[in-house]
């Protein structure tokens, strides 16, 4: 019988994550949803372990590493669900994590996404970076959460123990509905990987559907799985996709200057990176980025007149009008809840 929800955990290399936290979701997902793991042509034992020790998995074998967003584009073709659900192999779920997010999304057709409160594996009281209790954007582009702002990750005490609209969820624990999935073309396969999630929710909130977060669901995530924090492919695909998104999707009047702004901030935080930090890999990836986005810049005019022409609302509340850098580093606001 047919599943209203499929699971899908997009694998490369990944036999570890798999055996240890595969085991929780099959264990407290199995009779709501299917599970399916889809094999960005993995060269570890990942296949041998899932056919032998979970062989309730479907198995979705694509033929190379697609990465990120085209590996899950091409395994959830294949997939027939009302909700997909994307969930990162370094994931534990917890008793009942699916049915808040999935009652939710039946009894509100307006929305679009949604993601579980995110906390940390490695200290559960604490949230994850990766998209803790939901994510927003300032003004620059700049990412935040609930949870989390730059680097300071808060102690979960309850204090976002509410539901609430953001502007994206994270890829780590994405629900979203298979018709509005399609409905935007999918994760947008040129970003290989990263900021990939956050230009799909809000090319859907420019549609005018909703995000939200459902905190009465939580996992735990490992996070950080296949790049370390500071390695400059990481640092190169952050910078080049954050600014292509931004292209793709600020409104007409708000392009240039806030593109004017990034250049500047985007330079300074290279310059940063080497003097400070002695980082001169993630100073160069920087340069590249910034290079790397002048010289495909083009291949997404098509894309922003489609994204722009079908903007239901100039003026989107998840996107706050402030700039993250003031708040945190002038300010000294370093929470989601000192933030204006």
């Known amino acids: 019988m047919r599943k209203k929800v499929a699971i899908v955990i997009l694998n490369w290399n990944g036999r570890e994550m798999l055996a240890k936290y595969l085991p929780s979701v099959l264990q407290y997902s199995r009779d709501e949803a299917t599970v399916y793991v889809a094999d960005n042509a993995s060269t570890d034992d990942s296949l041998s372990l899932l056919r032998e ?4 998995v479907r198995l979705i074998m694509l033929e190379k590493n697609w990465g990120f967003a085209e590996g899950y584009n091409q395994a959830l073709r294949q997939i027939d669900s009302e909700y997909y659900l994307l969930l990162n192999s370094d994931i534990e779920v917890t008793h009942h994590w699916l049915e808040p997010m999935t009652e939710y999304m039946d009894a509100h057709p307006e929305v679009a996404a949604c993601q579980p409160k995110l906390l940390s594996v490695s200290d559960k009281d604490r949230f994850e970076y990766a998209g803790a209790s939901g994510g ?3 003004r620059l582009g700049y990412p935040f ?7 300071t990750v808060e102690l979960d005490n309850g204090q976002y123990d509410y539901q609430t609209e953001i502007l994206w969820a994270t890829g780590a624990a994405l629900m979203i509905r298979s018709k509005d999935y399609w409905d935007v073309k999918g994760l947008d396969a040129r970003f290989f990987a990263h900021n990939e999630e956050i230009d799909l929710c809000w090319r859907l909130r420019i549609r005018g559907r909703k995000i939200v977060c459902i905190p009465e669901s939580y996992v735990y995530h490992v996070g950080g799985g296949t790049l370390p924090k500071s390695n400059p492919m990481k640092t190169f695909l952050n910078f080049r996709n954050n600014l292509t998104m931004l292209y793709k999707c600020l409104p007409d009047e708000e392009l240039k ?4 702004w990034r250049w500047w901030l985007d330079y300074l935080a290279a310059w940063e990176m080497l003097i400070l930090k002695r980082n001169v890999g993630d100073f160069k990836a920087v340069y590249r980025a910034r290079r790397a986005f002048k010289c495909w810049r083009k291949d997404f005019e098509a894309d922003r007149r489609e994204i722009q022409s079908s903007r239901q609302a100039k003026i989107i509340p998840e996107r706050r009008s402030f700039s993250l850098l003031w708040q945190y580093y002038v ?4 929470t989601f809840a000192q933030l204006p």
């Not at 200057?257 to 004017?260: D, I």
């Open 53 to 56: 020790h979970f062989p309730e």
């Open 136 to 138: 927003f954007l300032d």
């Open 145 to 151: 959460c609930r949870g989390r702002v730059f680097d």
């Open 257 to 260: 200057p806030v593109m004017r």
């Open 331 to 334: 300010k000294g606001r370093k």
